[in-house]
């Protein structure tokens, strides 16, 4: 069977509906690709996917308060079932007196700000689902000690994939691929962390496939007024981490795309790549409490939509994220799909 689709989708922490609403439109439409790439939490939507969830209704729960509250609200309290603050890990440090100036600092402001709660249960239950995907599947997670990156896939993911092995998929690879700085760096599980902190979105070994969907939630640049506050600064700085790490990436199939388009290479062994990816024009805190717009981009961004071929389409996106009407899905308070 020839490798024609591959989708890669890009997790980043719990903003992860945009990947949700694609992949439900992909279902929707019968469409399924020979292999899926997924990082951070990302991981977590494939697997209910798989098991068949209703991905709006596992992410997006309306009874939790909307807009920025209801982030400050996760912030303050957690996220039942998936993780809650370290208060108890905060102060069972300090039954310990710290003994010079930077363990005084790491009682007061350490790292570990959460706790992780997924059980090793249904960690294990997503690895299942992921290993008996009827397409191929991989993940990746970090050795933040190394520097290095893990690979982890499926069988089918195997007999598609030429650049390097793959490690086989387990409940501990995916609690490694969920755990997120705010957990501490005790404890990580296998000694590995979330992936996306190194590769937020995998694409550059899919050099083989024909076309492939990249579906990551962050727009091309800053849009709106330039960055006035604290909160502003520290978003655009992970915007341009994110970003920055999705141009390499993909920088060699564009460059040889661009060299077959100029006829500058005509060695048969190269192909053009049809390289699909989306812009939504939202910032990053704004993801989390607009969930429900961010859904609505990753169905725009399906293969329903002919215009898909294009590497941009303002007019779908204007549509996604046009101002809803009051009381008409309106952006609700987001389950997070993180570590």
Same mark, same amino acid.
């Given at each position: 069977m020839a490798n024609t689709l591959a989708f890669a989708l890009a997790g980043l922490g719990g903003f992860n509906a945009h990947g949700a609403g694609f992949l439900t439109a992909a279902a929707e439409l019968g469409v399924e690709p020979n292999l899926v790439t997924a990082t951070s939490g990302q991981i977590i939507v494939l697997g209910e996917w798989l098991r068949g969830t209703d991905l709006k209704s596992f992410l997006i729960d309306p009874d939790?308060?909307?807009?920025?509250?209801?982030?400050?609200l996760t912030a303050y309290s957690g996220d039942p079932g998936i993780f809650r603050p370290a208060?108890?890990?905060y102060w069972r440090r300090w039954t310990r007196w710290p003994a010079t100036p930077s363990e005084v600092a790491a009682r007061l402001f350490p790292a570990q700000e959460y706790v992780p709660?997924?059980?090793e249960a249904y960690l294990s239950g997503i690895a299942d689902l992921l290993n008996s995907a009827p397409f191929g599947v991989v993940f990746n997670a970090y050795d933040p000690r190394?520097?290095?990156?893990?690979?982890?896939?499926n069988a089918a993911a195997g007999l598609l994939w030429s650049d390097g092995d793959l490690r086989p998929i387990a409940g501990?690879?995916?609690?490694?691929a969920l755990w997120l700085s705010l957990y501490g760096f005790e404890g990580l599980p296998g000694g590995l962390m979330d992936g996306a902190y190194q590769r937020p979105c995998i694409v550059a070994e899919l050099h083989r496939f024909d076309r492939i969907y990249a579906v990551?939630?962050?727009?091309q640049g800053w849009r709106g007024k330039v960055p006035a506050t604290w909160f502003d600064v520290q978003d655009w700085q992970c915007e341009m981490w994110f970003s920055a790490g999705y141009a390499a990436e993909v920088a060699d199939m564009a460059?040889?795309?661009?060299?077959?388009?100029?006829? +500058?290479?005509?060695?048969?062994?190269?192909?053009?790549?049809?390289?699909? =990816?989306?812009?939504? &024009?939202s910032r990053l805190l704004q993801l989390f409490h607009r969930a429900s717009a961010s859904f609505r981009c990753g169905l725009r961004q399906s293969?329903?939509?002919?215009?898909?071929?294009?590497?941009?389409? +303002?007019?779908?996106?204007?549509?996604?994220?046009?101002?809803?009407?009051? =009381?008409?899905?309106? &952006?609700?308070?987001?389950?997070?799909?993180?570590?």
């Open positions: 939790r308060p909307r807009g920025p509250l209801g982030t400050l208060v108890p890990e709660l997924r059980s190394q520097g290095t990156g893990a690979l982890f896939g501990e690879a995916v609690a490694a990551r939630p962050l727009a460059r040889i795309n661009q060299l077959i388009e100029e006829g +500058a290479l005509t060695d048969p062994r190269f192909r053009k790549i049809q390289l699909i =990816g989306d812009r939504p &024009p293969p329903r939509n002919p215009a898909g071929s294009q590497m941009t389409r +303002a007019g779908a996106l204007n549509t996604c994220w046009r101002k809803p009407s009051k =009381g008409a899905d309106a &952006p609700s308070s987001a389950r997070s799909a993180s570590g």
